[in-house]
């Protein structure tokens, strides 16, 4: 089952890593000024870190435990509450 996942991975960054490259090449090519280029760059950049650090936050706040209660165990006492 590991190995399913390692490929499930690989296969996951391959995909992405040619959709970067793909619109990497498609804005380089386009014809449009240098400067237009450079700010859409600049732009989707921003965009991508500010997406980033927004599933970053939720991923986060899905993992933490919800309860933060402290950490009861029962000693063997008959006057366990």
């Known amino acids: 089952m590991s190995c399913n996942n390692d490929n499930t991975a ?14 990497a090449a498609a ?14 760059l ?6 991508a870190a500010e997406r980033m650090k927004r599933l970053a ?6 993992v933490t435990p919800r309860s933060k209660g402290g950490n009861y165990e029962y000693d063997g006492g008959d006057a366990w509450i």
Do not use: D, H, N
């Not at 690989?10 to 619109?23: K, Y």
């Open 57 to 62: 936050r939720e991923a986060k706040f899905k």
């Open 42 to 47: 600049s732009g989707l950049g921003e965009t």
């Open 10 to 23: 690989a296969a996951l960054i391959a995909f992405v890593s040619g959709a970067v490259i793909g619109v």
């Open 27 to 40: 804005l380089l090519l386009a014809p449009a000024p240098g400067c237009e280029v450079r700010e859409k």
